[in-house]
C-alpha cells in the first residue's frame, strides 16, 4: 500500500470515530442534521471537502460506520450454526447480536434515521441483511432436510420475516432511552422478556414447538 493510500485510510479512519463520538456525545434525542460536518471534520483533524471526498453524505459516512459492526452479527451467524440444542443456538446469537448494539444505540439509532432519508443507504443496508437472510434460510432448509423441522413457508420467505423480527426489535431497544419513548415490553428486566418472546416466535416457526432438536 503506498503512503497516499495510508494517509487516505487514515483520515477515512479518523472521520468515523469522529463521527462515532459526535453521536454519542450528542445523546439519544440528536439527529443527523444536529452534526456540523465542519465541527466532525475539525475533530478528525481533516478539512470539511475532505469529508465530502470520502462520503457523499452523512448518512453514507453512517452506513460506513455500521460496516464496522458487522463482526457481531457474523459471530451470531457463526452461533446459529455451533453445538448444543438449537433453542440455545438461536437465543445465544439473538442475544449476541442485541448486546452488540447495546454497546454503541447511538449509531443505530442514526443508521436508522440514515435509511430512511438516503435511497442509497437504505440499499446498501438491505444487501447486507440478504447475507443474513441467506445464511437462516439455508439453516432452515437443512434442519428440514434432516426432519428435525416440519414443512412450511418457503425458507427464504421464512428468514426474511424473522430478520424483520430481529430489525424491529433492536429499534425497539435503542429507542428505549429517547424522551418520551413509551416502555418497551421487559425494559424494567433489560429488555428480558422481550427477547424470550423473539426467542420463542423464532423457534416455534422454524420448528412448530418451543423444544428444538
Same mark, same amino acid.
Given at each position: ?7 487516505? $485510510?487514515?483520515?477515512? &479512519? !479518523?472521520? #468515523?470515530?469522529?463521527? @462515532?463520538?459526535?453521536? +454519542? %456525545?450528542?445523546?439519544?434525542? /440528536? ?40 463482526? $457481531?452479527?457474523?459471530? &451470531? !451467524?457463526? #452461533?446459529?450454526?455451533? @453445538?448444543?440444542?438449537? +433453542? %440455545?443456538?438461536?437465543?445465544? /446469537? ?120
Amino acid at each position: 500500500m503506498s503512503p497516499a493510500a495510508t494517509r487516505g $485510510d487514515q483520515r477515512r &479512519a !479518523a472521520l #468515523l470515530e469522529a463521527l @462515532d463520538h459526535q453521536l +454519542r %456525545d450528542a445523546g439519544p434525542d /440528536a439527529r443527523l442534521d444536529d452534526i456540523n460536518v465542519v465541527d466532525l471534520s475539525r475533530r478528525a483533524g481533516v478539512t470539511r471537502s475532505a469529508f465530502y471526498f470520502y462520503f457523499e453524505n452523512k448518512a453514507a459516512a453512517v452506513a460506513a460506520l455500521m460496516d464496522e459492526m458487522e463482526d $457481531d452479527a457474523w459471530d &451470531a !451467524a457463526g #452461533l446459529l450454526g455451533g @453445538d448444543g440444542a438449537m +433453542r %440455545d443456538r438461536i437465543e445465544t /446469537a439473538l442475544r449476541t447480536v442485541v448486546a452488540g448494539w447495546q454497546r454503541r444505540t447511538h449509531v443505530h439509532r442514526a443508521m436508522l434515521e440514515a435509511r430512511a432519508t438516503s435511497a442509497a443507504v437504505r440499499q446498501r443496508w438491505e444487501q447486507r441483511i440478504a447475507v443474513f437472510v441467506d445464511v437462516v434460510a439455508a439453516l432452515v432448509e437443512s434442519e428440514r432436510e434432516t426432519g428435525q423441522a416440519p414443512p412450511g413457508p418457503p425458507a427464504h420467505a421464512l428468514a426474511t420475516a424473522l430478520l424483520d423480527l430481529n430489525d424491529r426489535t433492536l429499534e425497539r431497544i435503542v429507542r428505549a432511552d429517547e424522551p418520551g419513548a413509551p416502555d418497551a415490553p421487559g425494559q424494567a428486566l433489560g429488555h428480558d422478556a422481550h427477547l424470550e418472546a423473539v426467542v420463542h416466535l423464532w423457534t416455534t416457526a422454524i420448528y412448530g414447538r418451543t423444544t428444538t432438536p
